[in-house]
């Protein structure tokens, strides 16, 4: 069985055009994954770039806890400049 994050439901809600099999395709297929570093120096936000089922670049951010589950929280297409920003000027892989 494959695994699956948990998908919050205020994402449909925020963006009416993005469904969970769009979530689950993004995570499926990630073309790139990176934690942030907050303020604090810890790594619990992972920013995601993908493609979705309609072949549309999106965003998610997502968190896990301690036992390993994972929250999916945010997602967005097109991502947002600063992300890609982010990914392109450090070079993350």
């Known amino acids: 069985m ?3 994050p948990l998908i ?3 994402i449909h809600h925020r963006h009416p055009d993005i469904d969970q099999q769009d979530i689950l395709e993004v995570w499926r ?3 790139i994954s990176a934690p942030v570093v907050n303020d604090q120096e810890t790594r619990e936000v992972w920013l995601t ?3 979705d089922g309609q072949g549309r670049l999106m965003e998610l951010a997502s968190i ?4 390993r589950l994972w929250l ?3 997602a967005m297409t097109p991502p947002s400049p600063k992300t890609l920003r982010e990914f392109l000027a ?3 892989d």
């Open 49 to 51: 770039l993908g493609f």
């Open 2 to 4: 494959e695994f699956q």
């Open 90 to 92: 450090t070079g993350r």
């Open 72 to 74: 999916v929280f945010h």
């Open 29 to 31: 297929n990630a073309i």
């Open 64 to 67: 896990h806890d301690q036992s």
């Open 8 to 10: 919050h439901p205020g």
